[in-house]
């Protein structure tokens, strides 16, 4: 049989019917030989046999036919069937005998069909277009490449082997989740741009081991606010408003000076800073309240200083 040029495309894809109850896909392509056949499922390979994965061969020996699965594909699954003949000379002709055209067609249509699976496998391949510069599109060397991306350099057009690159990172988006369930994290890389873009989800509420308000085992009532003496337990803007209302009464920024003369000298007493001196002020013809820190002397020629704090 003759190969139908017109139609000696290769490679076919189908989708298998949507009642998953398919088995049977045309081959619209001459073949030789069963192996010449390479049948997928998307993008599985399967085998030639009888197991219930695998599947039968009919038609060929230079004619079309048909790939009959044992058991019925998956509904929607893509299934793919390519031509991949053996590159052999499979018949002579010797000096002196008849030619044997039967022989000879069949030789001259394995060659054909051999040529179209070349060219269905050049025209899947990374190739130049007729009209670009001439360029050699040879990739770098295993050495140079490992772990590499390939590229094209920026001047000359040509392979060469790139660290893989990120442009920039975004967070996309911040989600809160329910308290006590754990925190997600996504990424999505756009090759097309180079970025990278975070989705955080964050749970609200517990933290941790250490309860619902960080890193505190709770927040102080107000009475432990004014005491002052927990040391586990956290302090919102309110229990600090409390403690520093209630602890600014109990203490003491004020101080006593009291003036008295002593024949011809000036004397002056005061208070100190937490001490327990009990002045009387009927003992005083003067005295002075005033804030700690602003201090009285009198100095050599009886003159009356004072210091602020």
Same mark, same amino acid.
């Given at each position: ?6 139609? %000696?495309?290769?490679?076919? *894809?189908?989708?298998? %019917? ?19 056949? !390479? ?7 399967? &085998? ?11 038609? /060929? ?11 019925? $594909?998956?509904? &929607? ?27 000879? %067609? ?18 899947? @391949? ?28 920026? &001047? ?16 996309? @988006? $911040? ?32 933290? /941790? ?8 085992? @709770?927040?102080? *009532?107000? !009475? ?7 040391? !586990? ?30 024949? *011809? &000298? ?23 309240? %005033? ?19």
């Amino acid at each position: 049989m003759t190969i139908d040029i017109s139609d %000696n495309n290769p490679r076919i *894809s189908y989708t298998a %019917n949507a009642n998953g109850a398919q088995t049977a896909f045309a081959v619209p392509f001459e073949f030789f030989d069963n192996s010449d056949l !390479s049948v997928y499922v998307n993008g599985s390979t399967k &085998s030639l046999g009888t197991g219930s994965a695998n599947y039968g061969v009919s038609g /060929g020996a230079g004619s079309t036919g048909t790939v009959t699965f044992v058991s019925g $594909v998956t509904a &929607s699954a893509t299934v793919v069937i390519t031509r991949g003949i053996t590159i052999e000379r499979v018949t002579d002709f010797t000096a002196g005998a008849d030619i044997n055209r039967a022989a000879l %067609n069949t030789q001259l249509d394995t060659l054909t069909a051999i040529a179209a699976d070349q060219k269905a496998t050049i025209d899947r @391949s990374l190739t130049l277009a007729d009209f670009d510069d001439a360029a050699a599109m040879t990739i770098p060397l295993k050495a140079a490449r490992l772990g590499k991306l390939l590229g094209f350099n920026s &001047s000359t057009g040509l392979p060469e082997p790139r660290d893989s690159a990120v442009s920039s990172a975004s967070v996309s @988006s $911040v989600t809160h989740l329910s308290a006590g369930v754990s925190p997600t994290v996504t990424v999505s890389y756009v090759q097309s741009t180079g970025n990278i873009a975070f989705a955080f989800g964050l749970p609200q509420g517990a933290t /941790g081991n250490a309860g619902n308000d960080g890193i505190f085992s @709770s927040i102080a *009532s107000k !009475s432990e606010a004014e005491a002052g003496t927990n040391t !586990s337990k956290g302090m919102n803007p309110l229990r600090v408003k409390e403690a520093i209302t209630f602890n600014a009464g109990n203490v003491s920024n004020a101080a006593f000076y009291g003036f008295k003369t002593d024949g *011809s &000298s000036l004397k002056v007493d005061t208070t100190t800073s937490g001490g327990s001196e009990a002045f009387t002020d009927s003992d005083y013809p003067q005295t002075i309240l %005033n804030a700690t820190g602003l201090t009285f002397a009198i100095n050599a020629a009886g003159h009356l200083l004072l210091t602020t704090p």
